[in-house]
């Protein structure tokens, strides 16, 4: 055995004793560096936002159409929403089951919700709302999502029934959909602000009166109208619903106006607006990019010759240079990004095209040759249908069309039309400039309106016809299994590309200018139409 000596222990100790303070020494140290500091949210204070669309301020707020989705989305909320990442979580309802068939979906409600009115949320009003869209004295087209899909919806807005049998009161807060058959987008259609949740007392004794000034469940509450000078409507003034279930909004209030420039937004009395203004440039302002669901296809007439053939119709789209046209639909509150894909590769499940094959003007020449088009056998003019009182940028989208064309030998010439009514009459070929925004963020919400034979868009404007195109998108409607779902989604985008009865062109994205103490705002993955002002705040 070996043993130690004094000098061992008194090294040992020496030893133990540097240690500490080297140790006291490092959180000394550490106390002296300063944190990050955590930014904490403040209460209070007033947003001011101008309108993200050129349309005019319709001063009535019914979620079965035409009025401002921000703003629906401040004062209702539906039974389900939409997270950051596209996937169903629960709004008025708490949680939800699904049988085993996939085609009952029983909601069970949050209790104590209250509608601004102070009356609280019960089933008989998820009732009431759902079949309000589906009857036919409300206005908007959002019935036909659920005629065509929930049991006996169609027989009521035929005045066949007394209800909707497929809409079912449980209990007090206890609500049951049932389905014709198997549907899988059933959540991301319930999520969509047309399906907002209305007091069913109000509405019924005060009729459309009540849209004027309603009454939902929402976290900001109706206050009063903004007013011009002359006592005109421009604008309103939502205030907190202190009572909002999640928890209640940091913003005190928020006045949403088309009549704000960007001159009040310069003088700090606006807080967020469109970029639509070069003056905004070098200021200290924040800017945020925002993609949206919306794509412009170049509709073409499917049964009017020589369309009505799939490889003239592939010559036509190989002349068009997307990049040209993307540049001419720019604008400052917009940037166009080109896209070669019908269905938007953002949802989830799709991605973008791999090959991207760009304009060859060659290529497409010698298709029309060997389609018998040569310079003694001209194509004949085309017309381009742009709506009416559309954006400034669709007039640039034509010149540059036309030019294009022209070198594949094709003549363009543009119309204007007011409603589909006027594009059904024509017949000599032509073709649609069309800017589609999704209802509710799924694959269905393009191929069943707008490539289906049976569809009255496509009636109108198409008039593409494709069967197997049809029984894909059938089997999609049933298919319970949501990978298998995205598949047949997946052959109908190759289908669509084969036939090219349009020619997809661009999506869109929104750009906002934001004043730098506007804190929160988080661009909402269907645009900034969704935008959550609950979570906003100022720091000032």
Same mark, same amino acid.
């Given at each position: 055995?070996? $043993?130690?000596?004094?000098?061992y222990?008194?090294?040992?100790?020496?030893?133990?004793?540097?240690?500490?303070?080297?140790?006291?020494?490092?959180?000394?140290?550490?106390?002296?560096?300063?944190?990050?500091?955590?930014?904490? *949210?403040k209460?209070?204070?007033?947003?001011r936002?101008?309108?993200?669309t050129?349309?005019?301020?319709?001063?009535?707020?019914?979620?079965?159409?035409?009025?401002?989705?921000?703003?629906?989305?401040?004062?209702?909320?539906?039974?389900?929403?939409?997270?950051?990442?596209l996937? *169903?979580?629960?709004?008025?309802?708490?949680?939800?089951?699904?049988?085993d068939?996939?085609?009952?979906y029983?909601?069970?409600?949050?209790?104590?919700v209250?509608?601004?009115?102070?009356?609280?949320?019960?089933?008989?009003?998820v009732?009431?709302?759902?079949?309000?869209?589906?009857?036919?004295?409300?206005? @908007?087209a959002?019935?036909?999502f659920?005629?065509?899909?929930v049991?006996g919806?169609?027989?009521?807005?035929?005045?066949? +029934?007394? =209800?909707v049998?497929?809409?079912?009161?449980?209990?007090?807060?206890?609500?049951?959909? &049932?389905?014709?058959?198997?549907?899988?987008s059933?959540?991301?259609?319930?999520?969509?602000?047309?399906?907002?949740?209305l007091?069913?007392?109000?509405?019924?004794?005060?009729g459309?009166?009540?849209?004027q000034?309603?009454?939902?469940?929402?976290?900001?509450?109706?206050?009063?109208w903004?007013?011009? *000078?002359?006592?005109?409507?421009?604008?309103?003034?939502?205030e907190?619903?202190?009572?909002?279930?999640?928890?209640?909004?940091?913003?005190?209030a928020?006045?949403?106006s088309?009549?704000?420039t960007?001159?009040?937004?310069?003088?700090?009395?606006? %807080?967020?607006?469109?970029?639509?203004s070069e003056?905004?440039a070098?200021?200290?302002?924040?800017v945020?990019?925002?993609?949206?669901f919306?794509?412009?296809?170049?509709?073409?007439s499917?049964?009017?010759?020589p369309?009505?053939?799939?490889?003239?119709?592939? +010559?036509?789209s190989?002349?068009?240079? $997307?990049?040209?046209i993307?540049?001419?639909?720019?604008?400052l509150?917009?940037?166009?990004?080109?896209?070669?894909?019908?269905?938007?590769?953002?949802?989830?499940?799709?991605?973008?095209?791999?090959?991207?094959?760009?304009?060859?003007?060659?290529?497409?020449?010698?298709?029309?040759?060997?389609?018998?088009?040569? @310079?003694?056998?001209?194509?004949?003019?085309?017309?381009?249908?742009?709506?009416?009182?559309?954006?400034?940028?669709?007039?640039?989208?034509? =010149?540059?069309? $036309?030019?294009?064309? +022209? @070198?594949?030998?094709?003549?363009?010439?543009?119309r204007?039309?007011?409603?589909?009514?006027?594009?059904?009459s024509?017949? %000599?070929p032509?073709?649609?400039?069309?800017?589609w925004?999704?209802?509710?963020?799924?694959?269905?919400?393009?191929?069943? *309106?707008?490539?289906?034979?049976?569809?009255?868009?496509? &009636?109108?404007?198409?008039?593409?016809?494709?069967?197997r195109?049809?029984?894909l998108?059938?089997a999609?409607?049933?298919?319970q299994?949501?990978?298998?779902r995205? +598949?047949?989604?997946? $052959?109908?985008?190759?289908?669509?590309?084969?036939?090219?009865?349009?020619?997809?062109?661009?999506?869109?994205?929104?750009?906002?200018?934001?004043?730098?103490?506007?804190?929160?705002?988080?661009?909402?993955?269907?645009?900034?139409?969704y935008?959550?002002?609950?979570?906003?705040?100022?720091?000032?």
């Amino acid at each position: 055995m070996i $043993k130690q000596g004094p000098m061992y222990f008194r090294k040992s100790w020496i030893a133990s004793l540097l240690v500490c303070a080297l140790a006291i020494f490092a959180l000394y140290l550490q106390s002296r560096t300063p944190r990050p500091q955590v930014e904490r *949210p403040k209460s209070g204070g007033t947003l001011r936002l101008r309108t993200f669309t050129l349309n005019p301020f319709k001063p009535e707020f019914d979620p079965a159409g035409g009025a401002h989705v921000f703003i629906l989305n401040q004062l209702y909320d539906g039974l389900v929403r939409l997270d950051k990442n596209l996937s *169903p979580v629960g709004a008025l309802a708490d949680y939800w089951m699904i049988s085993d068939d996939g085609r009952t979906y029983t909601f069970f409600l949050r209790k104590g919700v209250k509608f601004h009115h102070g009356r609280e949320l019960e089933a008989e009003d998820v009732k009431f709302s759902l079949e309000r869209l589906v009857h036919k004295e409300t206005k @908007g087209a959002y019935y036909q999502f659920l005629t065509s899909k929930v049991v006996g919806a169609q027989e009521y807005r035929d005045g066949k +029934a007394a =209800e909707v049998v497929g809409f079912k009161v449980r209990d007090e807060y206890t609500f049951e959909i &049932q389905w014709k058959s198997p549907y899988v987008s059933a959540l991301y259609l319930l999520s969509m602000d047309f399906c907002k949740i209305l007091p069913r007392d109000l509405v019924q004794s005060q009729g459309r009166g009540f849209f004027q000034k309603p009454s939902g469940t929402g976290p900001f509450k109706f206050a009063h109208w903004l007013r011009s *000078p002359r006592l005109d409507i421009i604008g309103v003034r939502l205030e907190r619903n202190n009572d909002y279930f999640p928890k209640r909004p940091y913003l005190e209030a928020i006045e949403f106006s088309p009549a704000y420039t960007p001159e009040d937004f310069l003088d700090e009395k606006v %807080d967020i607006i469109p970029y639509t203004s070069e003056n905004l440039a070098g200021r200290d302002i924040q800017v945020l990019e925002g993609e949206t669901f919306t794509t412009a296809f170049l509709m073409m007439s499917c049964h009017l010759a020589p369309l009505n053939n799939p490889s003239v119709r592939r +010559a036509v789209s190989l002349a068009i240079d $997307k990049k040209e046209i993307a540049k001419a639909a720019f604008r400052l509150d917009t940037n166009p990004q080109v896209t070669d894909n019908f269905i938007p590769p953002r949802l989830p499940g799709f991605y973008p095209a791999q090959t991207k094959e760009g304009s060859n003007l060659e290529e497409a020449k010698k298709i029309l040759l060997q389609e018998g088009f040569s @310079g003694e056998s001209s194509f004949p003019r085309l017309t381009l249908f742009l709506q009416e009182d559309g954006r400034d940028s669709d007039q640039r989208i034509y =010149e540059v069309l $036309k030019e294009q064309l +022209a @070198g594949l030998g094709i003549s363009l010439r543009l119309r204007e039309y007011r409603s589909w009514e006027e594009i059904r009459s024509p017949k %000599d070929p032509y073709l649609v400039l069309l800017h589609w925004s999704l209802d509710f963020p799924d694959p269905e919400n393009i191929a069943l *309106p707008l490539f289906c034979s049976s569809a009255v868009l496509n &009636q109108s404007l198409l008039h593409y016809s494709n069967p197997r195109l049809d029984e894909l998108t059938k089997a999609a409607e049933v298919e319970q299994s949501r990978t298998g779902r995205i +598949a047949l989604f997946h $052959k109908i985008e190759g289908l669509l590309k084969a036939d090219m009865p349009a020619v997809p062109l661009f999506s869109r994205q929104h750009r906002l200018a934001l004043q730098a103490y506007v804190r929160g705002v988080k661009p909402p993955p269907l645009g900034f139409f969704y935008l959550d002002a609950k979570d906003v705040w100022l720091d000032k």
